[in-house]
């Protein structure tokens, strides 16, 4: 054949694929001939990307009117090749009767709230953000964080750091401030003025009772808090503890764990559902904006609406870029973004600046490619 179409299976099916139909599978993957798959590759489920059985590998598949999940939720985007989305007549008003929750994340989900410098503004209006820093021997964390929330528009950036770690901070900082803290007592006093609307915290900052007092000082103050890392560990043992910290909270509180640190914080919740609907209980359990990092991210809210991003290349996977993304995501906040479009932007401009940093990329790069990203975005939103 000189190419094999598969139409064998589309959106709706839900049991294992047997039998014969699985033996003409295994020859099409075996084949030459290139394959196109109508809809979806026969074998994924269209609702979170999983193999039912076996699947067909296309290079290209072809769907109508939106994507669905399988498409960018892996392994479903592996089998899926490139994908097409076809206009058939169906009209745009038919999403009012589906009310989707689930998005593709592109710029054009969030790129009409994204925050522009006004010509008449001044660095205060952009925002303040405030990076906790671990003691002396890992505070490099902190400075990868503080240069994403920078770089992303944050009009200052500060790094709250042990005494310890002042010096080993001064000796790399320029642009961004420093200031002592050397316990909870520190932070809330650094977090009463009101300009400093922005804490990122979590990143090297160590595992234990220091860092839960160290979070529960930033989540009773009126900043916006991104916790990672660390900070989300901290409670691996009472999570509720956690929750109910946010629960009095009126301001945006945003958690980036990665599977590791997600499966510590929600253990019922890993792996026994989807991707996608793991996420979502636990935006809704603890009242958190979750961002769940992998090659596909998922960025849930708490009201149920979920973002999903597929533009992060496998160079991504580096020590040090969660940091940087935690950065980014509070330096959006600090602009005043609204929670799940900042947690949103953050991840996909994360994956531009990537992109634009290109192969061999370390985390240090990220920062620095952030101008060329938000240039290609911006210039894509005026044309």
Do not use: C
């Not at 000189?2 to 694929?17: E, M, Q, S, T, W």
């Not at 710029?107 to 994204?114: E, F, G, K, S, V």
């Not at 290349?313 to 980014?328: C, E």
């Not at 929670?339 to 985390?363: E, K, N, P, Q, T």
């Amino acid at each position: 054949a000189d190419v094999i179409i598969d139409a064998l299976f589309g959106a709706g099916l839900d049991r294992p694929i047997e039998g014969t139909a699985a033996l003409v599978i295994a020859a099409a993957n075996e084949g030459s001939a290139p394959v196109v798959a109508v809809d979806l590759p026969s074998g994924i489920n269209g609702r979170d990307g999983s193999v039912l059985g076996t699947a067909i590998r296309a290079d290209e598949t072809v769907t109508f009117f939106r994507r669905k999940p399988g498409h960018v939720l892996l392994p479903g985007r592996m089998f899926a090749g490139r994908v097409s989305v076809v206009d058939i007549g169906i009209e745009a008003s038919a999403l009012e009767a589906i009310r989707p929750t689930i998005f593709h994340n592109t710029p054009d989900l969030w790129r009409a709230r994204y925050p522009r410098p006004r010509i008449d503004a001044h660095k205060y209006d952009r925002g303040h953000t405030i990076v906790v820093s671990g003691p002396m021997a890992h505070t490099g964390a902190a400075r990868l964080a503080a240069r994403g929330a920078l770089r992303i528009g944050s009009g200052l950036v500060t790094v709250a750091a042990p005494h310890d770690a002042l010096a080993v901070h001064a000796a790399q900082l320029t642009a961004i401030m420093l200031l002592q803290m050397d316990g909870p007592v520190d932070l809330s006093d650094i977090l009463r003025d009101e300009r400093r609307n922005s804490v990122v915290m979590g990143p090297a900052l160590g595992v234990g009772d220091r860092t839960k007092a160290l979070v529960k000082a930033a989540l009773e103050a009126d900043p916006a808090v991104v916790l990672d890392a660390d900070a989300l560990t901290s409670f691996s043992a009472e999570p509720t503890d956690l929750f109910k910290l946010i629960a009095r909270r009126t301001v945006p509180t945003v958690l980036t764990p990665h599977a590791g640190e997600f499966a510590r914080l929600f253990p019922d919740l890993a792996p026994k559902q989807s991707k996608v609907e793991r996420t979502r209980a636990a935006a809704e359990r603890s009242g958190a904006v979750v961002v769940l990092k992998g090659p596909d991210t998922i960025v849930a809210a708490p009201n149920g609406l979920v973002a999903i991003a597929d533009n992060a290349p496998p160079d991504l996977a580096t020590a040090g870029s969660g940091d940087v993304l935690a950065g980014i995501i509070a330096g959006l906040l600090a602009q005043g973004m609204p929670d799940l479009d900042a947690a949103a932007a953050g991840v996909w401009m994360h994956g531009a600046a990537a992109r634009v940093a290109g192969r061999g990329l370390i985390s240090e790069d990220l920062p620095e490619a952030l101008p060329g990203a938000l240039t290609q975005m911006l210039r894509r939103s005026a044309e």
